[in-house]
């Protein structure tokens, strides 16, 4: 200084525990973002996962309902391709109360998964129904038959 005396000239800037600090906190909040970016990125391919096993589910009732055979009651298993990957599924056909309709539940799982016991790893599982009670006469369209037009 000019007068002679000793001043202590202090510098401008962050102090090595500062810039640590700093550097901890943008770690952390990297880490939450990441975390954050891979749930949703789970989330996404279980719902994907769900949907094409929805897919195979409704297929499968489908198929049933369109055999010209009417469905006997019991189990069948059988896979098929969606999306790329292969499907476990296993159908069931029951009775119900009702004379003439049968209940068709099927399941769904990945094919891959091995070492599962038969009633675990389904992903989804559907209902439907097949019934001749739940049919129209095929050349009749009843709500037609019967209509009439009436001029005002």
């Known amino acids: 200084t000019p007068d002679g005396s000793r001043a202590v000239i ?3 800037g962050f102090t090595l525990v500062e810039v640590l600090v700093a550097l901890i906190i943008v770690a952390l909040g990297a880490a939450a973002v990441l975390t ?33 055979e009417w469905p006997s009651p019991g189990t069948r298993e059988g896979s098929a391709e969606m999306g790329g990957r292969r499907w476990q599924w296993r159908q069931e056909i029951g009775r119900t109360p009702f004379d003439g309709v049968v209940q068709i539940t099927v ?15 389904w992903i989804v599982t559907l209902t439907g129904a097949r019934g001749r009670s739940l049919l129209a006469d095929p050349g009749a369209d009843r ?3 019967v209509a009439r037009r009436e001029d005002g």
């Open 36 to 68: 954050a970016l891979r749930t949703a990125a789970d989330s996404a391919q279980r719902q994907r996962e769900r949907m094409l096993a929805g897919q195979v589910a409704m297929n499968r009732i489908t198929e049933t309902r369109l055999e010209p």
């Open 10 to 12: 202090r510098r401008r």
């Open 143 to 145: 709500l037609w038959d």
């Open 107 to 121: 399941r769904v799982r990945p094919e891959a998964q091995s070492g599962l016991k038969a009633d675990e790893g």
